[in-house]
T-cell receptor, first 113, second 115 residues
């Protein structure tokens, strides 16, 4: 069965420092993985997705994620945090052969001035 | 620009009322979804639809029903609202084919309060 675990419910970084949001997945098949961002009182916006092409995936707003099969991880990174990155981030795995998507419980990123 | 719209951003209803939440997408997507979002629980799937008039229960369908009479529109119905249905409701759509790499597009959400 597919599942996804976001290892931190809250992360705080200073503006200009790197961001690391951790996600581990469990999947019986080659998974498709996504990162979404949700700003306060808004819907979710796709940051990036992994679909078995390149293992290093670049997304919008300077974010990227690396798919590591051996570690079953898909961590989200950004070299330098900006105040506008403060939001909640969701890691999502899709269930192969179905229409279902499994969401992590989210990581709230706080960026300190 | 692709778009998923939801009929209300904020809604306040009384216990026992029938509540309709509407979602419209302009991307000609086959799949549409309703989720509820609660703090610490992430998003939980209520229902999804893979075609007009076709629907399947998600993980938490109790107390909800759905309607999809047209491809672009997917409605969530709370037959008799209760206070434990106070939540943020998110609608999403995606392309079909059972292709798991198709991302979902989300609406802005409806924050429902049941008094």
């Amino acid at each position: 069965a597919q599942s996804v675990t976001q290892l931190d419910s809250h992360v705080s970084v200073s503006e200009g420092t790197p961001v690391l949001l951790r996600c581990n997945y469990s999947s019986s098949y080659s998974p498709s993985l996504f990162w979404y961002v949700q700003h306060p009182n808004k819907g979710l916006q796709l940051l990036l997705k992994y679909t078995s092409a390149a293992t290093l995936v670049k997304g919008i707003n300077g974010f990227e994620a690396e798919f590591k099969k051996s570690e079953t991880s898909f961590h989200l990174t950004k070299p330098s945090a900006h105040m506008s990155d403060a939001a909640e981030y969701f890691c999502v795995v899709s269930v192969s052969g179905t229409y279902k998507y499994i969401f992590g419980t989210g990581t709230r990123l706080k960026v300190l001035a | 620009d692709v778009k998923v719209t939801q009929s209300s951003r904020y809604l306040v209803k009384r216990t026992g009322e029938k509540v309709f939440l509407e979602c419209v997408q302009d991307m000609d997507h086959e799949n549409m979804f309703w989720y509820r979002q609660d703090p610490g629980l992430g998003l939980r799937l209520i229902y999804f639809s893979y075609d007009v008039k076709m629907k399947e229960k998600g993980d938490i369908p109790e107390g909800y029903s759905v309607s999809r009479e047209k491809k672009e529109r997917f409605s969530l119905i709370l037959e008799s609202a209760s206070t434990n249905q106070t939540s943020m409701y998110l609608c999403a759509s995606s392309l079909s084919g059972g292709r798991s790499y198709n991302e979902q597009f989300f609406g802005p959400g409806t924050r429902l309060t049941v008094l």
